[in-house]
């Protein structure tokens, strides 16, 4: 096959959905042991460009990245214009698979969309006035179009199921991986005082202001080290004391931040996923994590929940998991060997297949 993936996600700085996309690449290419051909494809600024080659380091595919002014609102406009077909940018394909950054019409070939989860519907005030309108469109548009939906988890799969109506045999659950550096071996950040670390974009989906009363209320020498960047809306009040704001981390620079905590907590109340979990596992760091039933199959039976809206909850829980640290650590250990981008990129592939 000739499959065309819209990598628009990594012209910026790579979180959450970045870091999905370049390892489902890793994991196709694997996969493909050179049968397919794998086509990156993105309309970019220069700026965007740069971004992109530098996430595509090391992955073996052909690359199409047209430098265009102002790519967004080009993105936007092509896809709601409906003209014209992909191919007349990449030429020919078997499969074309894009993000929720643009929806391009095809003249043939499988038609392939990846939802991560569907929070600007579920839960507009959540995201950004601009996501919700971008991500809104492209999910009604893939509901009537796409002949595979990818999704990061069964929850996620049976959320688009019974919120899009989006057949079961067309939804196809692709679970994210863990890249070769997240492990227990390696270099560890040292703040000079034990610390809890927490991964997140600064959103109101990720709760942080609870979290942060829950450290408040733990006192003693446990410092809360906070990586991530400014998202959009109320902001958490971090200028506290015990609190270390380190803002955003990239990729490389995260197993370091994990392996150096004494515990990872995500208080998020909703996500398609949970990747950080995983990376913090697989790190060897025990685990409190939301009891919201989006995050099950990111912890498995490897975490401390907890009431993401209970700030006392999470208090205990982080002292808990301080407290059964060498019993969580295997446990989590097991659990994120369980997810690997080869398996991601069989999952892609194997979807695509059976929809020819």
């Given at each position: 096959m000739r499959i065309v993936v819209d990598v628009a996600p990594l012209s910026h700085r790579r979180t959450g959905v970045g870091n999905y996309v370049r390892g489902s690449l890793l994991g196709m290419v694997e996969a493909a042991r050179g049968e397919h051909e794998l086509v990156a494809f993105a309309p970019v600024t220069p700026h965007g460009k740069r971004e992109v080659e530098s996430a595509l380091?090391?992955?073996d595919l052909d690359r199409r990245l047209p430098v265009v002014p102002a790519a967004h609102v080009l993105r936007t406009l092509w896809s709601r214009a409906g003209s014209p077909p992909v191919e007349s940018a990449v030429g020919g394909f078997d499969v074309f698979h894009f993000s929720d950054w643009m929806y391009p019409p095809q003249r043939g070939g499988v038609r392939?969309?990846?939802?991560?989860?569907?929070?600007?519907?579920?839960f507009p005030e959540w995201v950004h006035p601009r996501t919700r309108r971008m991500?809104?469109?492209?999910?009604?548009?893939?509901?009537?179009?796409?002949?595979?939906?990818?999704?990061?988890?069964r929850f996620t799969?049976?959320?688009?199921?019974?919120?899009?109506?989006?057949?079961?045999?067309?939804?196809?659950?692709?679970?994210?991986?863990?890249?070769?550096?997240f492990t227990p071996e390696g270099p560890l950040l040292d703040l000079g005082r034990p610390y809890a670390l927490?991964?997140?974009?600064?959103?109101p989906r990720k709760n942080l202001a609870t979290l942060v009363e829950a450290h408040r209320r733990l006192g003693g020498e446990l410092a809360l080290a906070v990586a991530g960047a400014a998202?959009?809306?109320?902001?958490?009040?971090?200028?506290a004391p015990g609190i270390v704001r380190l803002g955003y981390t990239p990729p490389a620079q995260l197993p370091q931040l994990y392996r150096g905590a004494g515990v990872f907590v995500y208080p998020s109340l909703f996500e398609g996923f949970g990747m950080p979990v995983l990376e913090a596992m697989a790190c060897?760091?025990?685990?409190?994590?939301?009891?919201?039933?989006?995050?099950?199959?990111?912890c498995g039976d490897a975490a401390?929940?907890?009431?993401?809206?209970?700030?006392?909850?999470?208090?205990?829980?982080?002292?808990?998991?301080?407290?059964?640290?060498?019993?969580?650590?295997?446990?989590?250990?097991?659990?994120?060997?369980?997810?690997?981008?080869?398996?991601?990129?069989?999952?892609?592939?194997?979807?695509?297949?059976?929809?020819?």
């Open positions: 380091d090391g992955i392939s969309t990846m939802i991560h989860d569907l929070v600007p519907i579920r991500h809104g469109a492209k999910y009604r548009h893939a509901a009537r179009t796409c002949a595979v939906v990818i999704v990061n988890s799969g049976d959320d688009v199921a019974e919120t899009l109506g989006v057949p079961s045999e067309r939804i196809h659950v692709a679970y994210p991986g863990v890249e070769a550096g927490t991964v997140a974009t600064l959103e998202g959009w809306g109320r902001q958490p009040v971090l200028d060897g760091v025990p685990c409190v994590v939301s009891s919201h039933p989006s995050l099950d199959e990111a401390v929940r907890a009431d993401p809206t209970d700030p006392a909850a999470i208090a205990a829980a982080i002292e808990r998991a301080l407290a059964e640290r060498d019993e969580l650590v295997p446990l989590g250990l097991a659990h994120a060997r369980r997810f690997t981008w080869l398996e991601n990129g069989r999952a892609h592939l194997s979807a695509w297949e059976a929809a020819r």
